[in-house]
């Protein structure tokens, strides 16, 4: 710690220009909230019809907008900087003290509130990469809390600690590390090991039990943050059971026979327009309390598509409260529909709505 006191010291400083019609709200968000509602954007302007009301934190994974950054600011919500990096490249000490003292200076002249650490590669336990990667993100950590007292550092795992796509990583230790982890309880099915066929992409069971792994950690329930699908999968079946199960393409994924990579990921505005063509009309399957529905294409292939609705993100909200997590979020706010039409309004709000419970 000692060692970036020194080092923040003695980086000079450029005074950035506050971009906000007000100097205050270049101000650094301070104020620790007991819930979370975080929200993942990546750009454009459709942040301005967010539901402000409930947004505590703004993960920014587009163009740095400081427009963006101002608003959220007037409605006390923090935004974060996405910070990504190969874990190749921090197992060196100096150069994990380089990439962190880069990005505290970006934050900080961005008039942002921390960072949102997105890494997402395999790694083998025990592994150098292993050890740097927890290095990596304790000594953000100090890094930004000396720097910005009151800053926030988060960051993203798997619905499952269980090495979910070859990321075996040091969960507890990462989580004691960190402000909060943003649990991705979403493409759950990036490993199919049973029949290849469309399934849930994030089925209510096999998502609480990925909590149960986390809290089985002993990682404190204040640390999780649930992360919810704000978008679908749409399958092209090969064939279709009696029974209405859609067989899917095997693609394989480590070592697996088929993977969620055999579908192509629908936005939910894209999905309520597909569903009024459908075939099936909205289907529920309560094994797995999620909906679905098939419908044809041009060329008279049957497709299935499976997504996340108010019902189905009601019942995990509702587990959040249960259970006491830090809060919900999603991936990611800039897909629904937030036109003007009145059904596709009605839609976008309750979506919003869903992420409150039932």
């Known amino acids: 710690m000692f060692r970036f006191v020194v080092l923040l010291s003695i980086i000079p400083v450029c005074e950035a220009v506050c971009p906000c019609e007000s100097q205050e709200l270049c101000q650094h968000i301070r104020e620790q909230r007991n819930s979370e509602v975080f929200v993942f954007d990546v750009g454009g302007k459709t942040w301005k019809s967010y539901n402000w009301s409930m947004v505590t934190t703004v993960a920014a994974f587009g163009k740095y907008d400081p427009e963006l950054m101002c608003y959220a600011h007037s409605k006390g919500a923090r935004v974060v900087l996405k910070g990504d990096v190969p874990l190749s490249n921090i197992v060196d000490k100096d150069n994990r003290t380089a990439w962190i003292l880069e990005k505290v200076e970006l934050v900080k002249s961005q008039f942002m509130d ?61 989580a004691e590390a960190s402000d909060l982890l943003f649990v991705m309880s979403y ?45 679908g999968y749409d399958y092209t079946c090969l ?10 393409d095997k693609v394989p994924f480590h070592s697996t026979p088929c993977s969620d990579a055999a579908g192509k990921q629908k936005p939910y505005s894209w ?41 189905s993100i009601c019942a995990k909200a509702d587990f959040v409260t249960r259970v006491g997590l830090r809060g919900i979020g999603m991936w990611n706010g800039n897909i629904l529909d937030y036109g003007d039409v009145p059904v596709a309004k009605q839609q976008t709000a309750r979506m919003w709505d869903a992420l409150l419970g039932c």
Request: with cysteine; glycine share 6%; aromatic share 12%.
């Open 114 to 174: 921390g960072i949102n650490l997105d890494i997402e590669q395999e790694v083998k336990e025990g592994s150098p990469e292993y050890h740097a990667l927890t290095d990596l993100v304790r000594e953000t950590t100090d890094a930004f809390h000396w720097a910005m007292p009151g800053s926030q550092v988060s960051f993203d795992v798997a619905w499952s600690p269980k090495c979910i796509d070859g990321r075996c990583y040091d969960y507890g230790a990462i």
């Open 187 to 231: 493409d759950e099915q990036s490993q199919i090991t049973g029949d290849c066929i469309a399934v849930a992409n994030a089925p209510l069971f096999q998502t609480l039990n990925g909590y149960k792994e986390y809290l089985d950690l002993n990682i404190s329930p204040k640390k999780l943050v649930m992360g919810v699908p704000w978008y």
């Open 239 to 248: 064939n279709m059971s009696k029974e209405g199960i859609c067989y899917i």
């Open 271 to 311: 999905i309520m327009k597909q569903i009024n063509s459908s075939i099936s009309g909205r289907l529920w399957d309560i094994k797995q309390q999620a909906p679905y529905f098939n419908y044809k294409d041009e060329q008279e292939l049957i497709h299935q598509v499976w997504y996340d609705d108010p019902e």
